[in-house]
């Protein structure tokens, strides 16, 4: 879910214009055909005038949900304007803050982040990913609570660098941690090195935004079980994407084995759950 540019709006009227183009000309057809079958071969005009008339219908379906998907984004689009004017005011960023939505949080999910931030007000924040989140907590720090410390992880060298370089409050930390195998319950799984965060204790805010879904299912679930040992009673849990069906099933997972209260944010472009972990 990437914010809409010119070229994917470019692409939505493309689009749309090709459908009614479409839909002209098998009406057209249609019509054509209906007039030559009263005079003329009336079966195989019968037949041909149910085929056009299918994809007419199909055609005239892709254009209702084209449209249903316009309006539902337009609602979207402006409640993520509202959210973006929401962090600006909050934190007032010394610098531009990177493109939000798709693969980086949305800004309805960082704004939503902040009031946990300032709920909570963690002393110790660790972050499974980096990017436009980490910019934002550091951007907190600075401004509300300058002896909270926060460390973000990223398996990616590149992208860790690129975040680096844009914090500069010396209490937020960007962690190169390249992805190792883990064996949990019986099954493989690839996570961040826990041993670059071997010595933090007592964790008061975990925020899980990778790594991405695609290096194994289910590919959050191993945040909670490597991390529990670490995480203060009362550690409050934030899990971003929360729509998806592999979010959803590793929270049924993890409340299954362990004592986690579960929130789940519905009104997220993404959804997000919110957790409160509290030790057996």
């Known amino acids: 879910m990437k914010m809409r540019n010119y070229n994917s709006m470019d692409k939505f009227y493309y689009e749309q214009s090709f459908s009614k183009i479409f839909i002209a000309i098998n009406f057209l057809l249609l019509l054509s055909i209906f007039l030559i079958g009263l005079f003329w071969y009336k079966m195989l005009a019968f037949f041909l005038a149910v085929v056009l008339f299918s994809f007419n219908c199909i055609v005239i379906y892709k254009c209702v949900q084209m449209l249903y998907k316009r309006v539902y984004g337009q609602r979207y689009d402006y409640h993520q304007m509202e959210s973006l ?41 660790v ?72 010595d933090l204790d007592q964790i008061d805010m975990l925020i899980i935004d990778g790594p991405p879904h695609f290096v194994n299912d289910l590919a959050r679930y191993p945040a909670l079980p490597l991390l529990k040992d670490k995480l203060k009673e009362g550690c409050i849990i934030i899990l971003d994407d929360g729509r998806r069906e592999f979010e959803q099933q590793i929270v049924k997972e993890w409340a299954q084995k362990e004592n986690i209260s579960v929130n789940y944010l519905d009104h997220l472009e993404k959804g997000a759950f919110v957790l409160e972990f509290t030790k057996s």
Not at 96 to 123: T, V
Not at 142 to 147: A, L, N, R, V
Not at 172 to 188: F, G, M, R, V
Request: charged content about 20%; overall charge neutral; hydrophobic content about 35%.
């Open 85 to 125: 004017f929401s962090i600006h005011q909050l934190i007032e960023p010394k610098i531009p803050l990177p493109p939000m939505r798709g693969f980086a949080g949305s800004p309805d999910f960082i704004k939503s982040l902040l009031f946990h931030l300032m709920k909570h007000q963690p002393k110790l924040i």
């Open 127 to 198: 972050e499974a990913s980096s990017g436009v989140s980490s910019i934002v907590i550091s951007e907190w720090i600075t401004k509300y609570s300058p002896e909270s410390k926060h460390y973000a992880l990223d398996h990616e060298e590149k992208y860790a660098g690129l975040t680096r370089s844009r914090i500069s409050q010396p209490n937020s930390t960007i962690i190169h941690a390249p992805l190792k195998s883990y064996s949990l319950d019986n099954k493989e799984y690839k996570w961040y090195d826990m041993s670059m965060i071997e």
